[in-house]
């Protein structure tokens, strides 16, 4: 496999009886930053959940490196979806039996204290919230982030502050990133490599030869 953390080759998934992913194929490389995008319906998720090993119906062949060590934030996990649960920043870690010095190492990674640890949900604003996310993810030590759309819910002055942070963890912790993402500035600034998928076609590559004006337009919904 040589310095390529992942080979997907000629993959096909269905999902309720309908065939999302065809023929793909893409690599990635240790160190990288790929964001998956695509108009609705064009199996982001699916692949994601394929690439986890979540969904089993598919042909073709996911190869990892078996240095990795993945770590998964699914899409959903919003604020306002979890508000209403009595439910602590601690106990929300243990959920993954995640040794307290290891939640304390995360949370730090990501910039809050360890007394946020007995705070609930509810108490949490909303960029907190997406930093204990990522340190919920990070508590386990993965070096390979597989991310379903992480600003969801989060404000546009918030999204920027996100994706600063998923930077910098990225270069402090030698991290493999793959995200899924809708917006075309964070895509140009912060990614070494594209996936641009679409129900037939899909395109992969740098930014600068992914994102024309063409494929884009061949992608819209």
């Not at 065809?22 to 982001?44: E, H, Q, Y």
């Not at 641009?196 to 992914?210: A, D, K, R, T």
Request: hydrophobic share 35%.
């Amino acid at each position: 496999m040589g310095k390529n953390i992942l080979e997907v080759e000629k993959l096909n998934v269905s999902f309720r009886n309908n065939k999302v992913i065809r023929d793909l194929s893409f690599d990635v490389r240790k160190g990288d930053f790929l964001t998956i995008l695509g108009p609705n319906g064009s199996g982001k998720t699916v692949l994601v959940k394929t690439l986890l090993g979540l969904l089993s119906k598919s042909s073709g062949n996911v190869n990892w490196s078996k240095e990795a060590k993945l770590g998964y934030l699914p899409q959903g996990l919003t604020q306002s979806s979890v508000q209403g649960l009595p439910l602590s920043v601690s106990e929300f870690f243990s959920l993954k039996k995640i040794a307290d010095k290891d939640i304390k190492r995360s949370l730090k990674a990501v910039g809050l204290k360890s007394e946020i640890q007995d705070k609930k949900f509810g108490e949490l604003s909303g960029g907190q919230f997406q930093r204990v996310l990522l340190a919920w993810v990070l508590g386990t030590n993965p070096n390979v982030l597989l991310l379903d759309e992480p600003t969801t819910g989060v404000d546009v002055g918030g999204e920027g502050t996100i994706y600063d942070l998923l930077s910098n963890l990225k270069q402090e912790n030698d991290l493999t990133i793959i995200m899924i993402s809708h917006d075309l500035d964070v895509i140009h600034k912060y990614s070494s490599r594209v996936l641009c998928l679409s129900q037939y076609h899909s395109n992969f590559g740098i930014p600068q030869e992914v994102l024309t004006k063409k494929n884009l337009e061949d992608r819209q919904d």
